[in-house]
Structure formats: C-alpha cells, structure tokens
C-alpha cells in the first residue's frame, strides 16, 4: 500500500511545558479528473491508488455503469490528472460534478442470499483497525476493505472516507469482482451516500466502527442491505437486514 505521509516538525505542548519535537502527518493532493477532455472535477485525496479512485468515483455518480464503455483510466503525475475517456459522448449537464447525482428511488435492491458469522465480521474488524498503518502513525485517515467469508480481500486508506470507499468500488469495478458474497468494511460514519455507493456495486452488507445516519438505516431496508454499526472487540449492532448475520 502506497504511504502517504511525511515526516514534520512541531512544538508541543504538555503539561504546561513546550518541546519541539518530529512528527507524521498524511499527504494531501489536489487531484483533477479530465472526463472525455472536459475538467470534471477536482478532488482531494490521499497519494496513490488515483486509478481505482476516479473509478469509483465516476461509478458512484452514475458516470460509469461497465468496463466495456471505458477506453482509458491513466493518471498523469506531470498534471495530476486522471485522464479517463470513454467509448460515449461526455452528458453536458453533468459538466459541474460537485454531489452525487443518482436518485436512490431509482436504485435497483441488491441480490443476495449471503450470511457472515457474527465472530467473522468481529475479527475483519479488528484486523481493518491492525492493518490501518497510516492512521497508527498520523490519525489523520479513513480505512474501507472487501472481505468475503474467509479473509479481508484488499483495503484502502485514504484522508477522506469517501475517497477509501471509491478506492474499493474502484478496484471490484477495473477487475470484475463479483460482490453479492462480500462485504464492505469501513471505519468512518455510515452516511446515505455510502449505501447508495454499495447497492451500485452490489454490495449486500456494510459494517463500520462508527455509527450509520438515519438515512443509512432508511435506504438499507430499501435497497436490500445490511447494515452493521459500531462494531467493535465483542458487540455491534443490526440495523438492517438481520437475516444475513448468523449467531
């Protein structure tokens, strides 16, 4: 996994005294996505891994729907650019890209008839927060993994937990991953968007750390996904879609 942190220096305080002292701190790169020759949108992001970002990112915004339309995904270091073109013509009214723009009424509910045992997804957890090297040495970053009912596939940190989210759905679409027995791992919030990102790719079950907002809940029930919240050492809670945990 690409490290993207850097080392600083700085004065502390503690205890009412003031020391200079060294300390890591994690990149922050303003990254441009050039869609079909059009400047679509800036982000900003973590360095590495640009590729499977943009793809998810795009995915999630309805920009791509299958490989066979992309033509080309390559980052350009000279610009920091993302030069992505595809095989259809660029949809004006989609030049000023700043918010998703998919109506999850429009969503299609995931299918899937997976099940995970309980101490399963407490352990990927445990081994999400082992394996978040970069949040270890600077705090400053949000971990999203695939897992499926043996191991955690891959993982992806990243200073926003949206960009680790597009980072994984990035990664299932460039490589066609099945997902209907996967589950996608995070350690930040749960927010609506984040489903709306896992029912476009499939994904039957999301489980954090942290808390799912309201909505989450909401689009859960609707789209056919489980959502598991504040999973942590021994406990976490169901939200939605009970059936697919086993005791």
Request: glycine fraction near 6%; include cysteine.
């Amino acid at each position: 996994m690409t490290k993207f942190y850097e080392s600083v220096n700085l004065t502390l305080y503690s205890d009412g005294k003031m020391q200079a002292i060294n300390d890591l701190v994690v990149k922050e790169k303003q990254l441009t996505i050039l869609f079909n020759d059009i400047e679509l949108a800036s982000i900003l992001c973590s360095s590495g891994n640009y590729e499977m970002l943009v793809a998810g990112f795009l995915l999630s915004r309805g920009l791509l729907k299958n490989l066979q339309e992309v033509r080309q995904i390559k980052y350009d270091g000279t610009f920091d650019t993302v030069v992505v073109k595809t095989h259809t013509s660029f949809p004006p009214q989609t030049k000023k890209l700043s918010r998703p723009k998919i109506n999850p009424k429009e969503i299609q509910h995931v299918k899937s008839n997976c099940r995970f045992h309980a101490r399963h997804i407490l352990d990927m957890m445990q081994e999400l927060e082992k394996n978040a090297e970069t949040f270890r040495l600077t705090g400053g970053v949000h971990s999203a993994a695939l897992a499926d009912n043996t191991k955690i596939n891959f993982t992806y940190e990243d200073i926003g937990r949206h960009n680790a989210v597009d980072k994984v759905l990035g990664h299932i679409f460039l490589n066609g991953i099945t997902t209907d027995d996967k589950c996608l791992l995070l350690s930040g919030r749960i927010q609506s968007d984040i489903l709306v990102k896992a029912a476009l790719s499939g994904i039957p079950i999301v489980v954090s750390s942290a808390a799912p907002a309201h909505l989450a809940i909401e689009l859960g029930n609707r789209l056919n996904i489980t959502v598991i919240g504040f999973a942590r050492q021994t406990r976490f809670g169901i939200y939605s879609h009970l059936e697919r945990v086993i005791i």
